[in-house]
């Protein structure tokens, strides 16, 4: 398996490319900040971290025999999807929670199977800092005769409010309302390095995928 090492860098591309392939948005709340993007889109923040599944890591493919790749070899595919997040930030440990289910297929009808999967779940600060990881596994049941399976996983994850929240004069520079005709009314706060750089160490991330082999990761990237 592969392990996916704080030192992989191939890992840490893999994790940067989260957010384009599934972000869960949490629901707003009275303290959180509009942050703009500069170009008309606005996103809210707060301190729960965003979930999300890491591209290429939302599916697996089991072969039989397992050495083959042929299409007419595969066994099961299955994909995480339905992920829910539930959030705590009532204490100074921010508590994540995401809930999800696996759909898989099978290549034959027959008797009743049962099929363990391994998943992580990750936190990652700033987009590229991993600070925590755990490995999972999920059972995806088959009823007698039948291709579709399902199964249900959970990831969690605790954040320091602290670290997760944005220093006040970071929040003032962002949130402050301009006005026409100020030197800096055109200007995008998150253009400015040391408020980008606030930003980006205050985001953390919960993400959930499937802990796949080398060759099961190249498989999904060359599909």
Known sequence: MMSFSLSSRKWIAVLGGAATLATVAGCAKDNDIDISSGVGITATRNVCPAVA???HTGDITLFDPANSRDAAAIDIVATITNVVP?????AEKVYQLASFDVMATRRDPGPARTVTLPYFSTVVQGGTAVVAKRIGQVTVSFAEGQVRGTGHGQAAAYVDR???TLPADIQERITRKRKAGEEDAAIDPLSVPEVRTAVQRASFELLVGFQLSQEQLEYNVRR
């Open 53 to 55: 599944v890491p591209m």
């Open 86 to 90: 539930s959030c705590n930030d009532a």
């Open 162 to 164: 602290a670290a997760a």
